[in-house]
C-alpha cells in the first residue's frame, strides 16, 4: 500500500473527511470532527499514525518492526505505521479499520455517524472541494520520496 492508497482507503470510510491542520506535510484523517489516522507526506519511508488499542498496540510492535509507538501522540493508544515497507496490504486495512472503528464507538449515539449516512452525498462541490489539491499534494509528495531514494 502506498500513500495514495492509504488516503483513499480512508477516505472511502463513513463520513470520513481530511484536512491538513498542522500544515501541508501532514494529512489528517477524522470522523464526526476526530482524527482516526495522521499521515506524513514528506516521510521516507511513508508513515502514518493510527489510534488503537493499548494491548493491541504493543502486540503489533512486537509482530512488525514498522510499527512503533506513535511519534507526537499519545504512546499508549496510538501507533505510527511505516505504510509502504512491508506490511502486508490486508493487515494495513485491519489497523486502519480498527483506528476508525474505536473513533466511532467513542462517538454519542448519532443515528447519522452511526448509520454510515454523509451529510453531503459524494460528489458535491462541499465533498469534492479539497480532494483535487490533496491528490496533488500526495502525488508530489511521493514523486519527491521516490526521487530522494
Keep these: 500500500m502506498d500513500a495514495v492508497d492509504f488516503r483513499e482507503y480512508c477516505l472511502a470510510?463513513?463520513?470520513a473527511t481530511e484536512g491538513t491542520p498542522?500544515?501541508?506535510t501532514v494529512l489528517v484523517f477524522k470522523v464526526a470532527g476526530k482524527m482516526f489516522a495522521l499521515m506524513s507526506l514528506d516521510e521516507v519511508p511513508a508513515t502514518a499514525n493510527l489510534k488503537c488499542d493499548p494491548d493491541l498496540a504493543l502486540e503489533l510492535r512486537d509482530?512488525?518492526?514498522q510499527v512503533r509507538p506513535g511519534y507526537h501522540m499519545n504512546k499508549k493508544h496510538w501507533n505510527t505505521v511505516e505504510i509502504d515497507s512491508g506490511i502486508p496490504e490486508a493487515d494495513l486495512r485491519r489497523m486502519i479499520d480498527h483506528s476508525y472503528d474505536l473513533?466511532?464507538?467513542?462517538?454519542p449515539k448519532s443515528p447519522v455517524v452511526r448509520s454510515g449516512k454523509r451529510k453531503?452525498?459524494?460528489g458535491t462541490a462541499a465533498s469534492t472541494a479539497k480532494r483535487p489539491r490533496a491528490i496533488a499534494r500526495v502525488r508530489s509528495a511521493i514523486?519527491?520520496?521516490r526521487a530522494r531514494c
Excluded at 473513533?103 to 462517538?107: A, F, I, P, Y
Design 13 to 15: 470510510k463513513p463520513n
Design 22 to 24: 498542522f500544515g501541508e
Design 63 to 65: 509482530h512488525y518492526e
Design 103 to 107: 473513533v466511532v464507538q467513542s462517538l
Design 120 to 122: 453531503k452525498p459524494p
Design 143 to 145: 514523486v519527491k520520496r
